[in-house]
């Protein structure tokens, strides 16, 4: 499987963005997915993790309360809706996949071996 994440952009302070992942050469079914993030001179971090099923979820701590992260199994395709969007969300954010088990959410970086390209998030007055 391929992914590719879109829907980053620039955005005001307390705005809003909804990331996709859209996979292809594969379906994203037997997978876990997850989304991290990656700002300038700092290491790529955990954001948010979502069972094969969509029934699981788990947030890094500085998302909880302002993102959602969903799947739609049919179209391939993740999705994080963030919120109150801060200057500190600035990062490239990275889609990603790996295998599980049902019920499963992972949050370490290690776990997943599929990776999108990222898409930039610029959080700026």
């Known amino acids: 499987v391929q992914l590719q994440a879109s829907g980053g952009g620039l955005v005001q302070p307390g705005g809003s963005l909804r990331l996709s992942c859209a996979a292809s050469?594969?379906?994203?079914?037997?997978?876990?997915m997850g989304w991290f993030r990656q700002a300038p001179g700092k290491e790529r971090e955990f954001v948010a993790t979502?069972?094969?099923?969509?029934?699981?979820?788990d947030y890094a701590d500085f998302v909880k309360g302002r993102a959602t992260i969903s799947r739609e199994n049919a179209k391939n395709t993740v999705l994080l809706q963030m919120n109150s969007l801060k200057a500190e969300d600035t990062a490239v954010y990275y889609c990603?996949?790996?295998?599980?088990?049902?019920?499963?959410?992972?949050?370490?970086?290690?776990?997943?071996?599929?990776w999108g390209r990222g898409t930039l998030v610029t959080v700026s007055s």
């Open positions: 979502i069972s094969r099923g969509g029934t699981v979820k």
């Open positions: 990603a996949a790996g295998r599980g088990v049902t019920g499963q959410t992972m949050n370490s970086i290690n776990r997943y071996d599929v």
């Open positions: 050469e594969g379906t994203i079914v037997p997978y876990v």
